[in-house]
């Protein structure tokens, strides 16, 4: 056992005290720190097969079997190359994201970040882990990226090198919130470039492109366009969250 773990457990009755566990959604009294009540762990909802091959859309178990592909994809194919949701965005879920974005709890990041990563295949410590960036202002202003803490978390535990740089966004953007498809699209364009001083790291690489909550795809859309132009062989968008309100019934029926 480390020095670090045995230092942690013989100071966590003090902590205890001091800082009662409590569920970072509900509030409702814990056990130990670090998790959620069960009652908040059952509105979780945990996308699983069968589902969409490209983008990983639950089809419940009276839709296609597993490998086929969602009407979307089939008409608007795109650029990514699979997405890995933690949870699909329930009441709880957007709780704990805007805890962590918002509200300053970053100790989150890493159950959040362990929920990607039990939706990526295995891990391999050769891809690069890039977070979706921050422009300076909104960075100096909250004081971390969000996603850049995701990142962390899935790097520490084997999933591939943290590359914190490899993508800026060149001008702050307006909040995305109540725009259409076409408005977010305009916001973003241009806005966010591969960082040509890591490109080299990028070209020829795994990707895996991480934020807090996927919405309607318009953020992780440039963010996958700036990784393929700098030479990103594959794609894949991992977030905490992912906002499919029409898939959330039949995610359930799956037992997710």
């Known amino acids: 056992m480390s020095t670090r773990r045995v230092l942690f457990e013989s100071l966590a009755p003090v902590i205890d005290f001091i800082y009662p566990p409590r569920c970072p959604a509900c509030g409702a009294g814990l056990g ?28 419940g178990q009276t839709g296609p079997a597993h490998g086929a592909m969602c009407a979307p994809c089939l008409a608007d194919p795109p650029l990514h190359d699979g997405i890995a949701a933690g949870t699909l965005y329930t009441e709880t879920s957007r709780k704990l994201v805007l805890a962590l974005k918002h509200g300053g709890r970053i100790a989150l990041a890493p159950m959040l970040a ?8 295995g891990k391999n410590t050769d891809r690069v882990i890039v977070p979706v960036p921050l422009h300076r202002g909104r960075l100096w202003t909250r004081g971390y990226n969000q996603a850049g ?11 591939g090198h943290l590359l914190v740089d490899g993508l800026v966004r060149r ?3 307006p909040s995305l919130g109540g725009l259409g498809a ?23 690489s795994d990707v895996i492109l991480v934020d807090d909550v996927l919405t309607s795809g318009a953020t992780s859309t440039a963010c996958v366009k700036a990784l393929k132009k700098a030479g ?18 039949s995610a359930r029926g799956q037992g997710g």
């Open 171 to 173: 001008r702050a953007t």
């Open 149 to 159: 803490l995701l990142a962390r978390e899935l790097a520490k535990n084997g999933h």
């Open 232 to 249: 990103a062989r594959t794609v894949i968008v991992g977030c905490a969250s992912r906002v499919l309100d029409e898939a959330i019934g």
């Open 182 to 204: 076409g408005a977010r699209r305009k916001a973003l364009a241009g806005a966010i470039e591969p960082n040509r001083k890591r490109q080299n790291r990028i070209a020829g």
């Open 32 to 59: 130990e720190q670090g998790g959620l009540c069960a009652a908040c762990w059952d509105d979780l909802v945990i996308p699983s097969e069968p589902c969409c091959k490209t983008c990983q859309r639950p089809f």
């Open 114 to 121: 362990k929920l990607i990563a039990a939706r990526i295949a």
